[in-house]
């Protein structure tokens, strides 16, 4: 899959956002939240110029893994696609290439605590398994980054990993990491309806 978001029918609705690919034109919209300090407190880069941002955002790379969150035609975030192979033993290489996916987040913060993350990750979860086929999604966070790891708590992702020291913060403190994964078959689980109780 060389290029995942080539093979999704977009845009992807949600009850209340629409989710869609990044283009070079979104540079500015995602800078009104990318460059706030709140949004950029955890993430790998924290751009100090619209200039800046637009050299991380705007490359080939970073365009062809980003989905944009839009409520209402406006952009309020974004989120992180990056299809990946699994670790394998040498002879079965091929069966663990391209099978499962690195996913990430950012939210304006003025649209915070309305579960416009929640919503738009569990979508994109969706997509990463029956869309894409997948078999196992994860994510990554500092363990100090509580509204992340709390998000991928509330969608149904385990906690794998905890980490000792292991990032290095550019406040220059190495933090503990989390590392949380989910399974298509855990997923197919969470999304079953639920049986009525009574
Ligand atoms: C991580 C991040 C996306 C989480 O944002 P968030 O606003 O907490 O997440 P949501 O939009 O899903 O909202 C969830 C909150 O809204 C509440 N909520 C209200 N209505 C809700 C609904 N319909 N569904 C779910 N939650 C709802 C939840 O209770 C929760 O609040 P709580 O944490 O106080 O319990 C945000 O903090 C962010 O962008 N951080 C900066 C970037 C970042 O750190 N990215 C991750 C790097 S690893």
Redesign the pocket.
């Known amino acids: 899959m060389s290029d995942p978001l080539k093979a999704i029918a977009w845009p992807v609705r949600t009850a209340r956002l629409s989710l869609r690919p990044a283009t070079p034109e979104d540079v500015e919209a995602t800078w009104t939240y990318r460059g706030h300090e709140?949004?950029s407190?955890?993430?790998t880069r924290a751009p100090v110029s619209l200039s800046a941002h637009r050299r991380d955002f705007g490359t080939e790379e970073s365009l062809a893994k980003t989905i944009l969150i839009e409520l209402d035609g406006e952009v309020i975030?974004d989120l992180m696609l990056q299809v990946e192979d699994a670790w394998s033993q040498a002879e079965v290489k091929d069966q663990a290439s391209v099978v499962q996916a690195e996913l990430?987040?950012?939210?304006h913060?003025d649209?915070?605590?309305?579960?416009?993350?929640?919503?738009a990750v569990r979508e994109l979860i969706r997509l990463c398994f029956e869309d894409l086929g997948l078999r196992r999604v994860t994510?990554?966070?500092?363990a100090d980054?509580v509204?992340?790891w709390?998000?991928m708590e509330?969608i149904g992702m385990r906690r794998e990993l905890h980490a000792v020291r292991e990032s290095l913060h550019r406040s220059g403190e190495w933090m503990d990491a989390f590392g949380y994964a989910l399974l298509a078959d855990e997923w197919a689980e969470l999304s079953r309806p639920q049986e009525a109780t009574g």
Request: hydrophobic share 35%.
């Open positions: 709140e949004a407190r955890w993430t975030g990430g987040w950012v939210l913060p649209h915070a605590g309305r579960g416009y993350a929640t919503e994510a990554n966070c500092f980054n509204s992340s709390r998000l509330r």
